[in-house]
């Protein structure tokens, strides 16, 4: 996870969660995930050690998931969640980039695999060295 318990509360004291809730986990794990979605195009995530931009977005859409469960969210945290989102997409088109981070592609288009496709199957039945 990009973001951990204590970063959540510190920051923003308005969640509607005390320490130890399952649901400050579940929304940090979902916003890690979510960020590793948008990043994948163009890094190997999850990243070791993520920039606190990333650190900072994770703790902006956790809040909102929290408080939305929670059935409280202000307009503050929506815009802050909205927010994060956009700048995820730009992260991911390599409109910005992520300060210390090589990308493992410059082709934002191009997302990033771990490697050749290998097929294999039975030998063919028809070919040109048979005569069909």
Known sequence: MYATEDDLLTRVPEVNANPGDASIALALGDASALIDTYLAKRWAVPLTEPPRV?????????????????????????????????????????????????????????????????????????????GY
Do not use: H, T, W
């Not at 969210?73 to 929506?78: G, T």
């Not at 997409?89 to 290998?118: E, H, N, R, T």
């Open 54 to 130: 990333l650190v900072d977005l994770c703790i902006d859409m956790a809040a909102y998931k929290v408080n939305r469960d929670g059935g409280a969210v202000s307009e503050d945290l929506r815009l802050r969640y909205e927010d994060a989102l956009k700048l995820l997409k730009d992260i991911a088109k390599g409109v910005i980039d992520l300060p210390g981070m090589d990308a493992v592609s410059d082709d934002p288009d191009q997302p990033q695999s771990a490697g050749a496709v290998v097929v294999s199957g039975p030998p063919r039945l028809f070919g040109r060295d048979k």
